[in-house]
């Protein structure tokens, strides 16, 4: 059956290839966004499609649609775009779960929120399993995104315990493949280009803390599944890369795959960055089957490509 999807955020990274997939699966789809980090370069090989609809929207303003289900991705991830207007991010996250909780009540939707390992803060655990509460700064300079994502997972679960609308909510780890911005700040987009530049790698800290990247199309393969389980699976689930290794050693792999010249910057860590993000994927891998399937390498060098093409470097 041909579904009604609405997907804000679309024209980001993610939303772009979540888009993608899910007219592919022969769904039609709503793409809102208001381009603050997504671009309609992203798109462009979707706009002929007749069953693919373009929406300029901000999130955090009322929106209706005829719906069947709603995946809510609006919101900027890179922590150089969160906070370089943390009150707007904080909105974003908070009245766009509001705005898109209201709308899948009164239209009968199914809503996904893209949630983030960023609710764990700065963990002490590790891995991290789902029933661990998190270590989150309130007042630090990532407080911004991570207690604005911190309260969609909770008026996720409010409607869902209040007026039965039928929730998902999926905690994504570190995520990274093709239409990444370039200048988006995370840490393969930046190693790649200056990789591909022979510029120096920003390694912020000592490059020991340690991150777990997961390739695009398996995150996506892993969201579409998650949503369409039984209405009684609700999450929160994490989804990521269970394998994690210091920021250092993604650089060294980096330089090995596109035989850079670069060397190594080493300048100082930002405020409260997590020292760990390592996903304990029991759950999902229980509830859908999911793990990753593409190697670091391969994944790496499908975004080295794509960074290639679209930089003509
Ligand atoms: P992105 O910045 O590429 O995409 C976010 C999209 O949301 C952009 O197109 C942006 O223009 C749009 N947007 C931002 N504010 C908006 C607003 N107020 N109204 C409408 N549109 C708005 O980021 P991404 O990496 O594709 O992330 C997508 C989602 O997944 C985000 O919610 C993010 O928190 C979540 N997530 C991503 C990762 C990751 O590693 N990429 C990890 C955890 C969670
Ligand atoms: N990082 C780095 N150099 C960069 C960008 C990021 O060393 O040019 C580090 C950053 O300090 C963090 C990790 O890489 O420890 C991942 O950063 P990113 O911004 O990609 O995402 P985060 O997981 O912190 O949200």
Redesign the pocket.
């Known amino acids: 059956m041909r579904k009604r999807i609405l997907v804000t955020g679309g024209a980001g990274f993610i939303g772009s290839h979540l888009c993608e997939k899910l007219l592919a699966n022969g769904h039609e789809v709503f793409c809102l966004d208001n381009y603050f980090t997504g671009q309609k370069d992203n798109l462009l090989h979707l706009i002929n499609n007749p069953y693919f609809e373009l929406i300029r929207h901000d999130v955090t303003m009322p929106f209706y649609i005829e719906a069947d289900e709603i995946y809510n991705l609006a919101c900027p991830a ?2 150089v775009h969160y906070q370089h207007n943390g009150i707007k991010t904080i909105k974003t996250s908070v009245m766009g779960a509001i705005n898109m909780l209201g709308l899948a009540k009164r239209v009968k939707a199914k809503v996904l929120q893209a949630s983030t390992s ?1 609710v764990y803060g700065n963990p002490t655990t590790h891995p991290h399993p789902e029933s661990y509460w998190g270590n989150v700064n309130p007042v630090g300079s990532r407080a911004c995104y991570d207690e604005g994502k911190r309260c969609a997972e909770a008026l996720f679960v409010n409607y869902h315990k209040q007026n039965n609308v039928k929730i998902k909510i999926l905690r994504i780890f ?1 995520t990274y493949g093709p239409r990444m911005h370039p200048n988006d ?4 987009s ?2 790649i280009v200056q990789a591909l530049q022979n510029k120096n790698i ?4 000592d ?1 020991s ?1 340690t ?1 777990s990247f997961c390739y695009v199309d398996d995150v996506v393969n892993g969201m579409v599944d998650f949503m369409n389980t039984d209405d009684s699976i609700t999450g929160p689930v994490n989804i990521g890369s269970p394998s994690d290794f210091p ?1 250092i050693e993604l650089a060294k792999k980096i330089i090995e795959i596109t035989n850079s010249k670069s060397e190594f910057t080493f300048l100082s ?2 405020e409260d ?2 020292a760990t ?1 390592n996903p304990d994927i029991s759950l999902i891998k229980k509830t859908i089957s999911w793990q990753p399937k593409t190697s670091l390498e391969e994944g790496l060098t499908n975004t080295i490509n794509y960074f290639k093409k679209t930089l003509k470097l």
Not at 185 to 188: D, L, S
Not at 202 to 205: A, N, S, V
Request: proline share 13%.
């Open positions: 890179s922590p960023e570190n700040g995370r840490v393969v930046n190693f920003t390694i912020y800290g490059g803390h991150r920021i860590l930002p960055d997590p993000r």
